[in-house]
């Protein structure tokens, strides 16, 4: 029986890669030490910890940093050795939408901004609890139109965890606006994306267990921090009830080891139907975040090629004095 064409481009949307041998080992050892703080609920004291986790990934001998803002917003501009005229990437960073800031993401960044060859923003957006949706939301919004009012021409948008939200949701606000800002925006890329901040993805049930770090419980309090008395199926604040339709390619990846698992699949599944170029990448065995484990995970450093490779494709393909 022939499979219908929506069916059959919802099915190749999905790439699942194995777990690595090599990989196996490091994952039951990184499980092991970190099972005892699974669901702990911490507040915005737990700030300082987050940013030295974060700080810790390997850093890039070929980028530099300097400290910036663009239309008011602070961040870090991240310098690969070799970038383009005219393209752009602006990075949102990962925290749960309460915790994380441009410094500690720089290396992480670096990584991404090497691979693509193009200079990197990443936006210290306003957190919660002391500034609830939509104050993250309108701080992106206000980096992105500075990015096109300084004239670039061609810019991606990456994010990861609460960042992969904003990146999707601005988008999605992006596209729907009908000046010349639409025309900027050439690809997304993501990894393990909150997309529904109802949190009733099925992966809260099937990846309990499985996820080494994140419970339920957990989450809807960070959750409950950043929306205040927002509707959670608000467009802008859960990208999965918002318009996918015209938004360009996005890639996103995510670990088969997430209770997030759910919210990039569905993400992907309503682009697809909504005639977008997406595409999801699962990690056999891998939990939220472990692109950042770059030099202890071969994973890592796949996803972050693929990455790379995709936003370097995407910046090229509008550049018309590329070959």
Known sequence: MQVPTLQRRMIESVTTHPLDPEDAPVAATFRAMVSAAKGARRGIEARGQFDALMEGVLPREDVTFEEDTLGGIPGVWVRPTDWRLDEVILHLHGGWFNFGSAKAYRHLVGHIAARAGARAFIADYRRAPENPFPAATDDVMVCYRALVDQGFSRIALSGDSAGGNLALAIASQVIGNKDTMSTTLIGVAVLSPVTDLTLSGASYATRAEADPLFTRLQVSDLVRAYLGAADPKHPLASP???????????????????????????????AVAAGVDAHVDVWTGMFHGFPASIGKFKAAAKSLDAVGTFLTDRLRATNPTSA
């Open 240 to 270: 999965l009830f918002g318009r996918q339709a015209g938004l360009p390619p996005i890639r996103i990846h995510v670990g088969d080891d997430e209770v997030l698992l759910d919210d990039s699949l569905r993400y992907v599944d309503r």
